[in-house]
């Protein structure tokens, strides 16, 4: 069974940093591009970021670019998002996904696979 296993959220003071973690498990994910995404209430889901198990550069949404920091640990089937400088518009409910391809990076239709989500909420 696939799975995609974020973990890290939290209500964070604006300012503050976090860092979110999505275990992956159930299948070889060599091949696939992993993202971020997230989804504000009330607001479409949101691509972030996106990383392949390989050297390739990582991708960037540009609202977050130099703030937001993508990498992962292969021997852990882990991929983890660096968020720093919170600001209040960084609320949302931050996804993990898996990318089967190489195309679409930026668009959440493209993955297969998804988390459950994990909840960033910043705070004054």
């Known amino acids: 069974q696939v799975q995609l296993v974020e973990s890290g959220g939290g209500s964070v003071q604006a300012g503050g940093s976090l860092r979110l973690s999505c275990v992956a498990s159930?299948?070889?994910?060599?091949?696939?591009?992993m993202g971020w995404f997230r989804q504000a209430p009330g607001k479409e889901r949101e691509f972030v970021a996106a990383i392949t198990w390989s050297l390739d550069p990582p991708y960037y949404s540009d609202s977050v670019k130099d703030r937001f920091t993508i990498s992962r640990d292969g021997a852990k089937n882990t991929v983890y998002l660096q968020i720093n400088s919170l600001n209040l518009d960084d609320t949302a409910v931050y996804y993990c996904?898996?990318?089967?391809?190489?195309?679409?990076?930026?668009?959440?239709?493209?993955?297969?696979?998804w988390g459950q989500g994990t909840q960033v909420t910043v705070f004054l």
């Open positions: 996904a898996a990318n089967p391809t190489r195309v679409r990076v930026t668009t959440a239709g493209a993955y297969e696979y």
């Open positions: 159930g299948r070889t994910f060599g091949s696939y591009v």
